[in-house]
């Protein structure tokens, strides 16, 4: 038997209960610009709205993340292998991706507790071979959710300074709190992001406010309104492909420089024993 030394992907989940806070924009558009850098990256859709899976070209799949999740389907035969090409070389962008009929593997993983860890147990397995991990969550706390947490190193929460805003946070910040306890999940805060957002309304100061007196983890970055981004999703399309000199690109651009260092700052400098 022997031992090699390989260093484990960072898995991102990007997740807030509260829907329309433009998770999985943000998501995508992290993911492409990982790979734009260099990054080999999986993207993996818990969501059954399916739209990063619809983003990346991918409608009414037959075959989804949820088959593996419940251990209908092997990896390979969910995985959906994507390259891109730049100055780093051939850089992976692959998907996990998700459909409507999710539905019904959310309902079967919630039957079986085991199942909770099964998304981490399919990384740990499978997932060595990635730099990122993104994951799009379901806005809601259920079986999906939960799923990605488990799994994750971190998760993100973008938020908008709307009203009720504040309160999804909460019961996020809850919720992980119990699934470290109860779960042994090891999933940390990698920070709150600003998305859409504006100090010049009173829920944007509010919040905005509320935040500093928390004392958690708040992204310097913010992203901008910009009607690009909302066009560049529409043509299936990340911001750097569509508009790539943007404020919605040069945003997301200072964002993934921002959660690499983070990781950085937060990450043992020691590889991670897989054993073979």
């Known amino acids: 038997m022997t031992r090699i030394m390989t260093k484990k992907p960072i898995v991102l989940a990007f997740a807030n209960n509260k829907g329309g806070t433009g998770k999985t924009t943000v998501a995508l558009n992290v993911a492409a610009g990982l790979a734009r850098i260099g990054k080999d990256v999986l993207m993996i859709d818990l969501d059954s709205q399916a739209n990063l899976s619809i983003w990346a070209g991918f409608r009414n799949v037959k075959k989804h993340v949820g088959h593996l999740l419940m251990d209908d389907m092997e990896w390979q035969e969910v995985l959906l292998e994507g390259k891109i090409e730049n100055e780093y070389g051939s850089v992976r962008l692959d998907l996990l991706p998700s459909a409507r009929t999710m539905l019904r593997a959310e309902a079967v993983i919630n039957a079986n507790a085991i199942l909770m860890f099964a998304l981490r147990n399919a990384l740990n397995e499978h997932g060595h071979s990635?730099?990122?991990i993104i994951v799009d969550c379901p806005p809601s706390l259920g079986a999906l959710t939960v799923n990605a947490l488990v799994a994750a190193d971190y998760?993100?929460?973008?938020?908008?300074?709307?009203?009720?805003a504040y309160i999804g946070l909460d019961e996020m910040l809850i919720a992980v709190s119990k699934l470290r306890?109860?779960?042994?999940?090891?999933?940390?805060?990698?920070?709150?992001?600003?998305?859409?957002f504006s100090q010049h309304t009173v829920f944007g100061r509010e919040?905005?406010?509320?935040?500093?007196?928390?004392?958690?983890?708040?992204?310097?970055?913010?992203?901008?309104?910009?009607?690009?981004?909302?066009e560049c999703t529409a043509l299936s399309?990340?911001?750097f492909d569509y508009k790539p000199k943007s404020n919605g690109?040069?945003?997301?651009?200072?964002?993934?420089?921002?959660?690499?260092?983070?990781?950085?700052?937060?990450q043992s400098q020691s590889p991670t024993l897989i054993q073979q």
């Open 130 to 132: 990635y730099d990122y």
């Open 155 to 164: 998760y993100i929460v973008p938020m908008q300074g709307e009203n009720f």
């Open 181 to 196: 306890r109860d779960a042994g999940a090891q999933v940390q805060l990698l920070g709150v992001l600003k998305n859409k």
């Open 207 to 230: 919040i905005s406010e509320a935040l500093e007196k928390k004392n958690i983890n708040v992204f310097k970055t913010q992203i901008r309104q910009n009607t690009s981004l909302m």
């Open 237 to 239: 399309q990340s911001i």
């Open 249 to 266: 690109a040069i945003d997301f651009s200072a964002l993934v420089e921002e959660i690499i260092h983070n990781v950085e700052k937060n």
